[in-house]
């Protein structure tokens, strides 16, 4: 290990900013990934296939969107660095945008779902400049493997931070946002929600632009051989090459199919099957408590088991909750609420997948001669995104295929067709998401010689 890495330590205030982006993120996303469905069916008025339409459409070209960021943020370069000038200039458009999603506009029929789908491309799009800028920005503040899972653990710290407290006061200012005697949250509701997280997000993302310099920017691309400037299309090819990163990749996509397509249709088996609108107040801050707790356990979890090792025995632990949950859907809210906090428990894997990214970044460098943290991260934010796309489509179809019926009392054999969607089909997924982190080979020990090389200037090809 060089000097210079050993010496690294993980400042405080450095933590404290790079967490604050999260906030940000979070608080822009997380009306979207956990509402936007039931807004569109209850409130909008959208048909399940105008829903499904409208969310495979947005998110794969969002998906798409994003490798393209990052090949654009990896050539910037600006007296900001790489990637902050993006922290400045695109959260207040994230903003705007945000705003118009959660708006009822006065039209009918495909007019209504036209402006539903504008809008919801535009916040897409100003997220993934915000987001991807965000996740790149990481691997230019600091160099040690360590320092950066601690970094990412930070990150995971203020979603959890930020996501206890959104559950904990969404559902409730939802209804106190709306029309006085509304038993469940209505248009004006969200609409006022959603100007209040859009106000306060963008000072999140600038206090991440003003705190966390881009240190080792020039540092990690001096020069070499191969260092000549990539467009998109030769960038997409150059870092498909890199194939623990795609190991990677396609680990978190089947996992975020797994968690955030479970998270997203979580509301209607709250609402419908356990019966209380404001329960989901309750099941979703226990869970983010429980991500929190997780997630303050990252380093040592890391350390003991390494990144693959704790990754793979948290999906496993997630994996039982989901079966045990699916086994037993009517052994009562409290019973229920312990499963939830052990899945909680478990979502903390999020973040280590950032540090397997960032690792993986190194070993492109190593194995390719280039460094390329914006699309590296595009990659892993191009997955999940697809990953979301697919279950936004796919989960309110397979909701209208179990019986489902907005604003109505739900047969038996709907709900126990929304337990199989939100508990057995998950853990199906989260099974196989686990294959391919059996061939990932980036131990902490393979990093160091990975940058110990980097250092004095060596690569794959002088081996």
Known sequence: MNTQEAREKTSPKLAFGYSLGEV???MSWYMVNNYLTL?????????????????????????????????????????WGRFRPYLYFAPPVLAIFNILTFTVWPMTGTAKAVACL????????????????????????????????????????????????????????????????????????????????????????????VICKEKYTDQLHKPT?????????????????????????????????????????????????????????????????AQLIGTLFLPIGTKKLGKKGYLIFLQMLMNVGFLVMFLFPNAGIPFLLVVSFVCGLCNSAASV??????????????????RQEGVA?????????????????????????????????????TRQGINAVVNLLPFVIGVVSLIPMLFYKLDAKRVSEIRADLDAGKHAWDQ
Request: hydrophobic residues 50%; negative net charge.
């Open 353 to 370: 997948c950032y540090g397997l990214v960032a690792d993986s970044i190194e070993y492109g460098d190593w194995k390719l001669g280039r």
């Open 24 to 26: 940000g993120c979070q």
């Open 39 to 79: 807004f569109y069916t209850d409130i909008v008025g959208l048909t399940a296939s105008a829903i499904s339409l409208i969310m495979l459409i947005a998110r794969v070209w969002d998906a798409i969107n994003d490798p393209m960021m990052g090949s654009i943020a990896d050539r910037t370069n600006t007296k």
């Open 377 to 413: 991260a595009s990659m892993l934010s191009f997955g999940v995104k697809l990953a979301t796309a697919l279950c936004g489509s796919v989960g309110v179809l397979l909701l209208a295929a179990v019986g489902y019926v907005p604003n109505a009392d739900q047969t038996e054999a």
């Open 118 to 209: 504008i809008c919801y491309i535009g916040t897409g799009m100003a997220y993934t400049a915000a987001s991807i800028a965000y996740q790149a920005l990481q691997n230019v503040i600091a160099i040690d493997s360590q320092v950066r899972m601690n970094l990412a653990t930070a990150r995971g710290i203020g979603s959890s931070v930020i996501g206890i407290i959104l559950s904990m006061v969404a559902a409730p200012t939802l209804l106190a946002l709306s029309k006085p005697g509304a038993e469940v949250a209505d248009a004006q509701g969200y609409f006022r929600f959603a100007i209040v997280l859009s106000i306060l997000m963008i000072p999140a993302f600038w206090a991440t632009a």
């Open 225 to 289: 051989e191969n260092s000549e400037k990539l467009g998109f299309v030769g960038a997409i090819r150059e870092i498909m090459k890199n194939d623990q990163l795609l190991l990677v990749v396609l680990s978190t996509v089947l996992g975020t199919i797994c968690v955030s397509g479970r998270m997203g249709l979580l509301t209607y088996y709250i609402i419908y099957v356990v019966g209380d609108f404001m329960h989901i107040a309750t099941f979703f801050t226990v869970m983010t408590v």
